[in-house]
C-alpha cells in the first residue's frame, strides 16, 4: 500500500490517536487501500486534500530502527564501496579540510538553500547507536552524530508535488569511457522525515573518516547499507525517479536491488 495517501477522515483520527499518546500500530488499518477498486481508495487517489508536512510528521514516527548501547560497539565501522573518491571536486574540498563544502537542497522546493559543515555542525544534532547491515552478509554497530533531515526539508519548504529525494554523492563509483557515473540514492519522502534520518558528520565519537563518507553521509536507519550515501553534495526534491541514473531510484538499485531496501 502506498503510505503516503490518507482520506482526511482517516488522518483526524489517526492525529487524535496520535495526539491523546496511542501510538499507531503499523498500517494495518489503513490496508483497505491495497485494494485496488475500494470506494475509499478510489476516493482517496483524487483526493489530495492533505499537506503532505502533516502526514509525514504523523507516518513518518511510526517505527524507530533499533539502538543500541555504547558497549555493543565491538568495532569500528568497515569502510566499503568507495572509500576515498578521486574527482578534482572532491580532492580540493578535502584539501582544503571541507571550508567550501556545501550541502544543496534543491529542486521541487520554494527556497532552494546551502548549508556549509559549520552551519550544519551548529544546528540540533542526534546521535543514535544503531547497526548498519550490508547486503555483501556483514554488520557493524556504530554511533553516528548528525542533524535531522526533516526540520532542512521544511525550511526549504517542499512543494506539494515533490515525492522523493535523490540523494547525489561525490565519488565517481564507475569510471568508463562512457564518463563518469556518480553514486546516487534516493527515498520517499517518509523515510526523509523520520527521526532517525540525519546528516551525519560524527562516526563514535570523531569526524566522520573519509572512507565513511566525509565531510557528511546520510543516515536512513530502516533502510540496508547501500541506502546510507556517502560523499553527499546535494539533496534534490523531485516527483519521479525515472531520470536519474538507469531510473531505479539507485546505483545499485540499477543493478537490480530493491529500491526499499528494509532492514
Ligand atoms: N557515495 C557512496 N555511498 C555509499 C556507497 C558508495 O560506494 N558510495 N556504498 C554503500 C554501501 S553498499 C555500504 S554497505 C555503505 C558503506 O558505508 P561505510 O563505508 O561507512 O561502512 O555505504 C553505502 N553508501
Ligand atoms: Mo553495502
Given at each position: 500500500?502506498?503510505?503516503l495517501?490518507?482520506?482526511?477522515?482517516?488522518f483526524?483520527?489517526?492525529s487524535?490517536?496520535a495526539?491523546?499518546?496511542?501510538?499507531?500500530?503499523?498500517?494495518?488499518?489503513?490496508?483497505?487501500?491495497?485494494q485496488?477498486d475500494?470506494?475509499?481508495?478510489?476516493f482517496?487517489?483524487?483526493?489530495?486534500v492533505?499537506?503532505?508536512?502533516?502526514?509525514?510528521?504523523?507516518?513518518g514516527?511510526?517505527?524507530?530502527?533499533?539502538e543500541?548501547?555504547?558497549?555493543e560497539?565491538r568495532?569500528?565501522?568497515?569502510?566499503?564501496?568507495s572509500?576515498?573518491?578521486s574527482t578534482?571536486q572532491?580532492?580540493?574540498?578535502r584539501?582544503?579540510?571541507?571550508t567550501d563544502?556545501?550541502?544543496?537542497?534543491?529542486?521541487?522546493?520554494?527556497q532552494p538553500?546551502?548549508?556549509?559543515l559549520?552551519?550544519?555542525?551548529?544546528?540540533?544534532a542526534r546521535?543514535?547507536i544503531?547497526?548498519?547491515?550490508?547486503?555483501?552478509?556483514?554488520?557493524?554497530i556504530?554511533?553516528?552524530?548528525?542533524?535531522?533531515?526533516g526540520p532542512?526539508?521544511?525550511?526549504?519548504?517542499?512543494?506539494?508535488?515533490?515525492?522523493?529525494?535523490?540523494y547525489?554523492?561525490?565519488d565517481?563509483i564507475?569510471r568508463?569511457?562512457?564518463g563518469?557515473?556518480?553514486y546516487?540514492?534516493?527515498s520517499?519522502?517518509?523515510?526523509?522525515?523520520?527521526p532517525?534520518?540525519?546528516?551525519?558528520?560524527?562516526l563514535?565519537?570523531?569526524?566522520?573518516?573519509v572512507?565513511?563518507g566525509?565531510?557528511?553521509?546520510?543516515?536512513?536507519?530502516?533502510?540496508?547499507?547501500?541506502?546510507?550515501?556517502?560523499?553527499?553534495?546535494?539533496?534534490e526534491?523531485?516527483?519521479?525517479?525515472?531520470?536519474?541514473?538507469?531510473?531505479?531510484g539507485?546505483?545499485?538499485?540499477?543493478?537490480?536491488?530493491?529500491w526499499y531496501?528494509?532492514?
Amino acid at each position: 500500500m502506498s503510505r503516503l495517501l490518507l482520506s482526511r477522515r482517516r488522518f483526524l483520527q489517526a492525529s487524535a490517536a496520535a495526539g491523546s499518546g496511542l501510538l499507531l500500530a503499523g498500517c494495518d488499518q489503513f490496508d483497505f487501500l491495497g485494494q485496488l477498486d475500494h470506494p475509499a481508495r478510489n476516493f482517496m487517489e483524487q483526493a489530495n486534500v492533505l499537506t503532505y508536512n502533516a502526514q509525514r510528521r504523523l507516518l513518518g514516527e511510526q517505527t524507530l530502527a533499533r539502538e543500541y548501547g555504547a558497549s555493543e560497539i565491538r568495532q569500528g565501522q568497515k569502510p566499503n564501496g568507495s572509500t576515498e573518491p578521486s574527482t578534482p571536486q572532491y580532492v580540493a574540498l578535502r584539501q582544503g579540510g571541507f571550508t567550501d563544502y556545501r550541502l544543496q537542497v534543491t529542486g521541487l522546493v520554494e527556497q532552494p538553500l546551502s548549508f556549509s559543515l559549520a552551519e550544519l555542525r551548529n544546528m540540533p544534532a542526534r546521535s543514535q547507536i544503531t547497526r548498519h547491515d550490508c547486503v555483501e552478509g556483514w554488520s557493524c554497530i556504530a554511533k553516528w552524530t548528525g542533524t535531522p533531515l526533516g526540520p532542512i526539508l521544511d525550511m526549504a519548504r517542499i512543494k506539494p508535488e515533490a515525492r522523493f529525494c535523490v540523494y547525489h554523492c561525490f565519488d565517481n563509483i564507475e569510471r568508463g569511457l562512457s564518463g563518469d557515473v556518480f553514486y546516487y540514492e534516493s527515498s520517499d519522502l517518509v523515510d526523509a522525515y523520520h527521526p532517525q534520518s540525519i546528516l551525519s558528520y560524527g562516526l563514535n565519537e570523531q569526524t566522520l573518516p573519509v572512507a565513511n563518507g566525509a565531510p557528511v553521509r546520510l543516515r536512513i536507519e530502516r533502510a540496508l547499507g547501500y541506502k546510507q550515501p556517502k560523499y553527499l553534495h546535494t539533496i534534490e526534491l523531485v516527483a519521479d525517479l525515472t531520470p536519474f541514473g538507469r531510473g531505479n531510484g539507485g546505483y545499485w538499485e540499477d543493478y537490480g536491488y530493491d529500491w526499499y531496501g528494509g532492514i
